[in-house]
């Protein structure tokens, strides 16, 4: 049998935890990240029952005391920069979930770094002392495992789950320890009676699927016996690039909404020219009032990494979902572009857009590359704040 040999590094409340490392009159107090909706919260904030997602008069309903500070990306770019290149240094086998974990794959290392438990506790002390940061590690035999092993370990903890116990240490946990399990999915077990990671593989798949779907089903009777042969993949290629804003429960206009949508294209479309990437595929990303989401998608004629085209048909693809903003009400509002290429393909016809979309989208790169990416913006976003927006991978 394999050994645990694949890791889960996952830094614990992140925004929270730069910000208490750059303040240290914050450290040890409760701390929440953004003010109109929760970025990140720390675990003293977390004790009030502060949750990332939650409106900002919620959180500070809960927890009256906490120090509110608005979102600083760049430190937190950077602080992840940091963590990566510890990652890279322990092993060439690492891959990026989002800016604040990772698999990485530890397997042949032990005549020169030791044991994978040894080299996960020596990465956690490197983290802590180089970049001021604490983070859990999971350890596991599978990807799936290792990632519910550093769950279970938070915060600031290490926990290696040796391929011999592996049912004995998923079985008794919840339900919803297995991934892909929400509140919906395990509200609906819940109401059969299952309420843990055993019952679950105790029925049987075709059960499991009346109950949740074909795919949901296979998948989680699959995880429940960890069944997971997915192997750690380095440096995975970018399949899409994105960008979200969380949104008060306030109404927001239409007129509103295309505007924040247009700033998130905006970014979405720099971040694609820097990285030298167009792309067909426009997908739009909402989370109504009720926390049910819904994603709608429209495919271009051709590769683009022009903002008209692709604002555009977000723009058409938030217009349909109207009716169901004005009933339910909006908190969230993304956008992702894929089906990416090198960006080296000819585009043969420009779309709603042209020579002089992209003069205008180069000229607003050249400006924002020397000044900073506030110094300019376009005259529909003026007097509108779209919060922060980071990279979901390190790019």
């Given at each position: 049998?394999a ?7 996952d830094?614990d409340?992140f925004y929270?935890?730069v910000?208490?490392?750059d303040?240290p ?5 409760p701390v ?6 929760v970025?990140a919260a720390?675990?003293?904030a ?10 900002g008069?919620?959180a500070?309903?809960?927890c ?8 600083r990306m760049?430190a ?7 963590v990566f290149?510890?990652f890279?240094q ?5 891959e ?10 530890v397997?042949?290392?032990e005549?020169?770094?030791?044991s ?8 956690r002390?490197?983290?802590r002392d180089?970049?001021?940061l ?5 350890v ?5 495992l290792?990632k519910?092993a550093?769950g279970?370990?938070?915060p600031?903890?290490?926990?290696v789950?040796p391929?011999?116990?592996?049912l004995r240490?998923?079985?008794p946990l919840?339900?919803r320890?297995?991934?892909g399990?929400g509140?919906v999915?395990?509200d609906r077990?819940?109401r059969?009676?299952?309420?843990t990671?055993?019952q679950v593989a105790?029925?049987?798949e075709?059960?499991?699927v009346a109950?949740?779907g ?9 995880l429940?016996l960890?069944?997971d ?5 380095p440096g995975?290629?970018r399949r899409?690039?994105?960008a979200?804003c969380?949104?008060?429960r306030?109404p ?10 247009l700033?998130?294209?905006d970014?979405?479309t720099r971040?694609m020219?820097r ?14 009032g009720d926390?049910?989401?819904v994603?709608?998608?429209s495919?271009l004629?051709?590769s683009t ?6 604002q555009?048909?977000?723009?058409q693809?938030l217009?349909?979902a109207g009716?169901?903003?004005r009933e339910r ?5 993304g ?5 990416l290429d090198?960006?080296?393909a ?5 779309p ?5 979309g992209a003069?205008l989208?180069?000229?607003l790169?050249r400006?924002r590359?020397?000044?900073g990416s506030?110094?300019i913006?376009?005259?529909s976003?003026?007097g509108?704040?779209l919060g922060?927006s980071?990279?979901?991978?390190r790019?």
């Amino acid at each position: 049998m394999a050994t645990a040999s694949i890791l889960h590094a996952d830094l614990d409340s992140f925004y929270a935890s730069v910000e208490q490392r750059d303040r240290p009159e914050l450290r040890g107090r409760p701390v929440i990240v953004g003010s109109g909706v929760v970025l990140a919260a720390s675990y003293e904030a977390k004790a009030f029952g502060v949750e990332s997602a939650m409106g900002g008069t919620r959180a500070r309903h809960l927890c009256p005391h906490a120090i509110v500070v608005e979102p600083r990306m760049d430190a937190y770019v950077d602080a992840s920069r940091s963590v990566f290149e510890i990652f890279d240094q322990t092993t060439p086998l690492v891959e990026g979930l989002s800016i604040d974990e990772a698999f990485l794959d530890v397997r042949g290392l032990e005549g020169i770094s030791g044991s994978p438990a040894e080299i996960a506790a020596r990465l956690r002390r490197q983290v802590r002392d180089e970049i001021g940061l604490p983070i859990t590690v999971g350890v596991a035999r599978t990807k799936f495992l290792a990632k519910v092993a550093s769950g279970v370990a938070k915060p600031d903890g290490l926990l290696v789950v040796p391929a011999d116990g592996e049912l004995r240490f998923l079985h008794p946990l919840p339900v919803r320890r297995l991934w892909g399990v929400g509140p919906v999915t395990a509200d609906r077990l819940s109401r059969r009676g299952i309420e843990t990671v055993r019952q679950v593989a105790a029925m049987p798949e075709e059960a499991l699927v009346a109950i949740v779907g074909r795919g949901a089903g296979r998948h989680l009777h699959a995880l429940a016996l960890n069944h997971d042969p997915r192997p750690v993949q380095p440096g995975r290629r970018r399949r899409s690039v994105g960008a979200q804003c969380a949104l008060g429960r306030g109404p927001h206009t239409p007129t509103t909404l295309e505007a924040l949508l247009l700033g998130l294209v905006d970014r979405v479309t720099r971040r694609m020219r820097r990285a030298g990437h167009g792309g067909r595929t426009v997908m739009l990303r909402l989370r109504f009032g009720d926390y049910t989401r819904v994603t709608r998608s429209s495919t271009l004629f051709t590769s683009t990494a022009e903002t008209q085209p692709i604002q555009s048909a977000a723009i058409q693809l938030l217009r349909t979902a109207g009716p169901a903003i004005r009933e339910r009400g909006i908190t969230l509002v993304g956008v992702t572009v894929s089906n990416l290429d090198d960006g080296r393909a000819m585009q043969l016809i420009l779309p709603l857009s042209g020579e002089r979309g992209a003069a205008l989208d180069a000229a607003l790169d050249r400006v924002r590359d020397r000044f900073g990416s506030s110094a300019i913006t376009r005259a529909s976003l003026l007097g509108r704040s779209l919060g922060p927006s980071v990279p979901l991978l390190r790019e």
